[in-house]
């Protein structure tokens, strides 16, 4: 990322409804289905991916993949819904709240409450910080 930042002035505006199918119907439809293509395909190669909770950051497609692959092994159920979400089109950047629905193998489902900001650029997910309200479920994976 050389001239890049989160946020950054003069990038060009989206309609709205493309930051909602973004993280709704493509990101997050993907983790709950397991669908790792679907998912990465949401992320810019050099992307970054914040646990703000625990101060967790993939660097990278493939360390966001490792990270998945740990996710997907580990829990045998995702579910995210109950979605209220806060776009600003002039930055490329949507705030997500929302519910997880999350069952670790063999073990009990664990309810969370949520909220991610997404920064796009060139219509895939650059930045991503994730805000948890219990322990971290984004392990780092190996890479």
């Not at 995210?80 to 069952?103: R, W």
């Not at 969370?112 to 910080?129: A, G, I, P, S, W």
Request: charged share 20%; aromatic share 14%; proline share 4%.
């Amino acid at each position: 990322m050389t001239d890049w930042t989160p946020g950054i002035a003069g990038q060009v505006a989206l309609p709205y409804p493309f930051y909602i199918d973004i993280v709704t119907k493509r990101y997050f439809d993907g983790v709950d289905n397991k669908n790792m293509t679907q998912v990465l395909n949401c992320f810019a190669p050099d992307a970054a991916l914040y646990e703000a909770t625990s101060d967790t950051t993939h660097n990278g497609r493939e360390a966001i993949r490792a990270m998945f692959e740990k996710l997907f092994a580990d829990f045998e159920q995702i579910w995210h819904g109950n979605f209220v979400h806060t776009a600003d089109p002039e930055s490329n950047a949507i705030c997500s709240q929302f519910t997880v629905l999350i069952t670790p193998n063999g073990g009990e489902q664990l309810r969370y409450e949520n909220c991610n900001r997404f920064y796009c650029k060139d219509r895939l997910f650059q930045d991503v910080t994730v805000y948890m309200s219990g322990d971290n479920l984004l392990k780092e994976g190996d890479v």
